[in-house]
Nanobody
């Protein structure tokens, strides 16, 4: 199972962006998908996650500015962020958790390759 992310790039402060992620490969089930980010010199941190049951969690730093979609039928998830700030600059990583490739094959946690978001002031 792999996670393919897209949508990063250079955005002006106050602008918006949409990040998309799709899980591919042999998938039996995924319980949670979402996005984390890592700024230079900082630890990776939560941005937003959503479970197959629809439970959503946002970091305080993006609440009111971010919207994560439900997990789509093809294990896709989209993150929309508005009102971008220079401090949102980071590499954004798609994440999937409690991943099964078959009923007997538990893969656990999977990370995508990361997509760079740069917010200019």
């Amino acid at each position: 199972v792999q996670l393919q992310a897209s949508g990063g790039g250079l955005v002006q402060a106050g602008g918006s962006l949409t990040l998309s992620c799709q899980a591919t490969g042999t998938i039996f089930s995924i319980n949670l998908m979402g996005w984390y980010r890592q700024a230079p010199g900082k630890q990776r941190e939560l941005v937003a996650t959503v479970t197959t049951g629809g439970t959503i969690n946002y970091a305080d730093s993006v609440k009111g500015r971010a919207a994560i979609s439900d997990i789509g039928a093809k294990y896709t998830v989209t993150l929309r962020m508005n009102g971008l700030k220079p401090e949102d600059t980071a590499v954004y990583y798609c994440h999937a958790d409690r991943v099964y490739s078959s009923i007997r094959s538990y893969l656990g946690s999977i990370w995508g390759q990361g997509t760079l978001v740069t917010v200019s002031s």
